[in-house]
Nanobody
Framework: QVQLAESGGGLVQAGGSLRLSCAAS????????IGWFRQAPGKERDFVAA????????LYSDSVKGRFTISRDYAKNTVYLQMNSLKPEDTAVYYC???????????????WGQGTQVTVSS
């Protein structure tokens, strides 16, 4: 069993940056995709980015491509989401989760963390 915990959210002005962390305890991430998703009030949970733990192969949604970067640290068993050039529409609760597949579909992920709030003011 693996437990995921997100951190690093906060309030930032448009154009600013934040770095989110997704730390794993229990079993490691090996052989999994680790994904970041976000959910704004009244909206569905949307895919943001994912990384394959074994070789850092990554996926991004079109809405964040070129602004967000996903990475991982073997030693710390942690996945990061560096978010630059933030926009008010990036405001949401951000979650991390894992999947055995290369996928952007939320229901193919499990072990969801509790989420971290990101608020971007205009």
């Amino acid at each position: 069993q693996v437990q995921l915990a997100e951190s690093g959210g906060g309030l930032v002005q448009a154009g600013g940056s934040l770095r989110l962390s997704c730390a794993a305890s229990g079993r490691t991430f090996s052989a999994y995709m680790i994904g970041w998703f976000r959910q704004a009030p009244g909206k569905e949970r949307d895919f943001v980015a994912a990384i394959r733990w074994s070789d850092s192969g990554s996926l991004y949604s079109d809405s964040v491509k070129g602004r967000f970067t996903i990475s991982r640290d073997y030693a710390k068993n942690t996945v990061y989401l560096q978010m630059n050039s933030l926009k008010p529409e990036d405001t949401a609760v951000y979650y991390c989760a894992r999947s055995p597949r290369v996928t952007m579909i939320p229901h193919e992920y499990d072990s969801w963390g509790q989420g971290t709030q990101v608020t971007v003011s205009s």
